[in-house]
């Protein structure tokens, strides 16, 4: 499963991806939105981590360009901020995010998302399947 990670401090996305990469799924990370875009058009990813305050384009004004990629319509999409008050946790809800997770993140936590995720997409995929030709 392909996930791409934005986040504008470098160590958060590097350590990010290098976990992520341990857990067995295709990475790549980015520092803004705009890369962002550019990113998601090539690398076509299941799920976005963002974080949430981007320079230049924040993570909600990410979240709807990249719904508007063919292909990218039902992408999966993860808050990270600093910031995890009720409010801040019913914008992201509200902008169509699946998770709002705090930062540091809790590893635990969000193996278990990204897993549940992993585990739907192959149910859906698997449910594609079709046999042609007869």
């Known amino acids: 499963m392909r ?3 934005v986040d504008d401090n470098p160590a958060v996305a590097k350590t990010l991806a290098m976990v992520l990469t341990r ?3 295709a990475v790549q990370f980015c520092h803004n939105g705009f890369v962002a875009i550019e ?3 090539s690398f ?3 799920i976005v981590l963002t974080d949430l305050g981007l ?3 924040n993570g909600y004004k990410l979240a709807e360009e990249l719904r508007r990629i063919p292909g990218l319509e039902g992408i999966a999409l993860i808050a990270i901020s600093g910031y995890g008050q009720a409010s801040d ?3 992201s809800r509200a902008a169509g995010f699946a998770h709002h997770l705090v930062k540091p993140i809790d590893p635990d ?3 278990k998302i990204l897993n549940k995720f992993a585990r739907e997409l192959s149910n859906e995929e698997a449910g594609a399947v079709r046999e042609v030709g007869k």
């Open 39 to 41: 990113t998601a058009r």
């Open 55 to 57: 320079p230049q384009m």
């Open 109 to 111: 936590v969000l193996e």
């Open 44 to 46: 076509l990813p299941k």
């Open 89 to 91: 946790r019913e914008r």
């Open 23 to 25: 857990w067995n799924f």
């Open 3 to 5: 996930i791409l990670i």
